[in-house]
């Protein structure tokens, strides 16, 4: 299904739960290839979110504040903003839109669910930026959604489900396979964990090829306070991977939500886009 040796870093579309777990998940797995370079120098503020703008008069939280931002969770790390997708239905961005709705489908009938679940729009999002390591390939990423209280409701429980980790590998194994390289043969598997801090779920998705040591994890955090939804992931080799980086990303992810700070929505944009103050955090 996948070439072990190193994943293209891309978020896939940020709407909660489809964008959240399914997209990171898509993202790791199917477009698997060699390490690309993360495009791109650390800026602060440089770019502003796309989308259409709320109207003006009206108070309300905005996405970009619960990103994640610099601090000891991403030391030694380097963020940029995430580089543009390919559009069209044979560029890569085709590719994982169709890859990715296929694993929704499967995933909401294997959860007893109706794919149109999966389809609300959230009122607003923001992606943060791409942290990516020293080695070219470890990275962590986050994005945030302000949520309908039907999503609210809908994400917990999936979140909640104990059928969800094994849901996914059955939506993974009914992707069509692809060519691997040197005949490796790539398996895998999801797991739930005790998630830390205040995340609302943590979910580890392994992918190991033929050789050891291209196993790599990727561990996927959830967030839902009030709502607002977060979801972050740390890539890694499974031989590279630091749990206390974890931990660092829950406490600094947990500690935003506790301090949620309605402000003016206008301008606020409903798409997801390059978030603003991306490289430091709010000022209190």
Same mark, same amino acid.
């Given at each position: 299904?996948?070439?072990?040796?190193?994943?293209?870093?891309?978020?896939?579309?940020?709407?909660?739960?489809?964008?959240?777990l399914v997209a990171v998940a898509t993202a790791f797995a199917v477009s698997a290839c060699g390490g690309d370079e993360v495009a791109g120098s650390a800026a602060a503020g440089t770019a502003?979110?796309? +989308?259409?703008?709320?109207?003006?008069?009206?108070?309300?939280?905005?996405?970009? /504040?619960?990103?994640?931002?610099?601090?000891?969770?991403?030391?030694?790390?380097? +963020?940029?903003?995430?580089?543009?997708?390919?559009? +069209?239905?044979?560029?890569?961005?085709?590719?994982?839109a169709a890859a990715e709705s296929v694993l929704g489908a499967d995933l909401a009938e294997c959860l007893g669910m109706s794919n149109d679940d999966l389809e609300i729009e959230p009122e607003?999002?923001?992606?943060?930026?791409?942290?990516?390591?020293?080695?070219?390939?470890?990275?962590?990423?986050?994005?945030? /959604?302000?949520?309908?209280?039907?999503?609210?409701?809908? /994400?917990?429980?999936?979140?909640?489900?104990?059928?969800?980790?094994?849901?996914?590998?059955?939506?993974?194994?009914?992707?069509?396979?692809?060519?691997?390289?040197?005949?490796?043969?790539?398996?895998?598997?999801f797991e739930a964990f005790p998630p830390p801090g205040s995340a609302a779920a943590y979910y580890r998705m392994t992918i190991r090829g033929s050789d050891p040591e291209d196993t790599f994890? +990727?561990?996927?955090?959830?967030?839902?306070?009030?709502?607002?939804?977060?979801?972050?992931?740390?890539?890694?080799?499974?031989?590279?991977?630091?749990?206390?980086?974890?931990?660092?990303?829950?406490?600094?992810?947990?500690?935003?939500?506790?301090?949620?700070?309605?402000?003016?929505?206008?301008?606020?944009?409903?798409?997801?886009?390059?978030?603003?103050?991306?490289?430091?955090?709010?000022?209190?």
């Amino acid at each position: 299904m996948v070439a072990a040796g190193g994943f293209r870093r891309r978020r896939g579309s940020v709407a909660p739960w489809r964008g959240g777990l399914v997209a990171v998940a898509t993202a790791f797995a199917v477009s698997a290839c060699g390490g690309d370079e993360v495009a791109g120098s650390a800026a602060a503020g440089t770019a502003g979110p796309s +989308g259409s703008a709320s109207p003006a008069g009206e108070t309300g939280l905005w996405p970009e /504040d619960f990103v994640l931002t610099e601090g000891p969770a991403t030391a030694g790390y380097t +963020g940029a903003p995430e580089e543009p997708s390919g559009d +069209g239905e044979n560029g890569e961005g085709g590719e994982n839109a169709a890859a990715e709705s296929v694993l929704g489908a499967d995933l909401a009938e294997c959860l007893g669910m109706s794919n149109d679940d999966l389809e609300i729009e959230p009122e607003a999002s923001a992606v943060g930026l791409t942290f990516t390591g020293a080695d070219g390939f470890s990275m962590i990423d986050s994005s945030a /959604d302000i949520l309908t209280e039907k999503q609210v409701v809908r /994400d917990r429980e999936m979140l909640a489900n104990p059928r969800t980790p094994k849901c996914l590998e059955e939506a993974f194994a009914g992707l069509p396979d692809e060519p691997a390289e040197d005949d490796d043969v790539t398996t895998i598997s999801f797991e739930a964990f005790p998630p830390p801090g205040s995340a609302a779920a943590y979910y580890r998705m392994t992918i190991r090829g033929s050789d050891p040591e291209d196993t790599f994890v +990727g561990d996927m955090l959830f967030f839902i306070e009030g709502r607002v939804e977060v979801t972050t992931s740390y890539v890694t080799l499974e031989a590279e991977h630091e749990p206390e980086r974890l931990q660092q990303i829950a406490d600094q992810i947990s500690d935003k939500l506790r301090n949620q700070k309605p402000r003016s929505i206008a301008g606020r944009p409903t798409e997801a886009g390059p978030v603003v103050r991306a490289l430091a955090p709010l000022a209190s």
